[in-house]
């Protein structure tokens, strides 16, 4: 709707002959490339949060749409909050590359229906899941290029370190989800390994073997507190964990 109502501004600011000109090109553009589905909202921004919409690539602000198919993107000192229609929050913490893959969901009918898919390029997300994984339903997925981690419960930090990315602190290039509430899955060629509260799984770049359980959170994991304490604050989408007070 947002993007609608741009567009009627630049239209009005148009002479006769250039709406005329606009109007037949919009029709064409509207005809045979229909807009994706909208998947929610963009809850809070800080610094620089750009979205990549089709090959259009723009600044992200409160109150934007997100479609299916939308890419959110954070600077290195940048983090944004969405929601999402199903309830869930995410955090987009700085130094993110994060894809709307794929959402579907309805309120009523069969719930095994509804499903999530974010694709992970770099960075890390806090997720609160939503009404998707109601009856710890399998249907979120965060997708990094070597894993995939299904979502089960409410409360995850998901994060991907790639290999040409410098590590930060003492991050190994690869995958890592660590459960607050509930359950993630990881999935990799290797095999799968369950993460449960307050436990953390990683898997490596080209790792051989299934995912394995850390004795210890990588200390990069840290540095996020204080982004998921900001967005606490300011949209109050963080439930109360003791790690935020």
Not at 54 to 68: A, P, S
Not at 69 to 88: F, N, Q, Y
Not at 196 to 224: A, E, I
Request: hydrophobic residues 40%; positive net charge; contains cysteine.
């Amino acid at each position: 709707m947002q993007k609608f109502v741009r567009g009627c501004v630049l239209f009005r600011s148009l002479c006769v002959a250039q709406r005329a000109a606009l109007a037949v090109v919009l029709c064409a553009v509207f005809w045979v490339a229909p807009g994706h589905a909208q998947v929610g909202i963009v809850l809070t921004v800080e610094g620089q949060v750009n979205v990549i919409s089709g090959k259009q690539e723009c600044g992200l602000r409160y109150g934007l749409d997100l479609e299916e198919g939308d890419t959110v993107r954070t600077g290195e000192k940048s983090w944004a909050v969405l929601s999402l229609l199903d309830g869930a929050r995410i955090t987009v913490r700085p130094s993110t590359e994060v894809r709307v893959n794929e959402y579907r969901f309805v309120d009523s009918g069969d719930a095994s229906q509804n499903r999530a898919t974010l694709g992970l390029a770099r960075g890390s997300l806090r997720v609160l899941t939503g009404a998707i994984t109601r009856g710890f339903n399998a249907g979120y997925r965060v997708r990094t290029p070597e894993v995939t981690l299904e979502l089960r419960g409410t409360d995850h930090d998901v994060a991907h370190v790639p290999p040409q990315f410098t590590p930060v602190g003492d991050a190994v290039p690869g995958s890592y989800g660590k459960s607050h509430a509930g359950e993630i899955v990881i999935k990799n060629a290797g095999g799968e390994l369950a993460v449960r509260d307050g436990q953390t799984g990683f898997s490596g770049v080209r790792m051989t073997g299934p995912p394995r359980l850390l004795t210890m959170d990588p200390l990069f994991f840290n540095l996020h507190t204080f982004i998921d304490r900001r967005a606490a604050s300011v949209s109050n989408v963080l439930p109360n964990n003791p790690n935020l007070q």
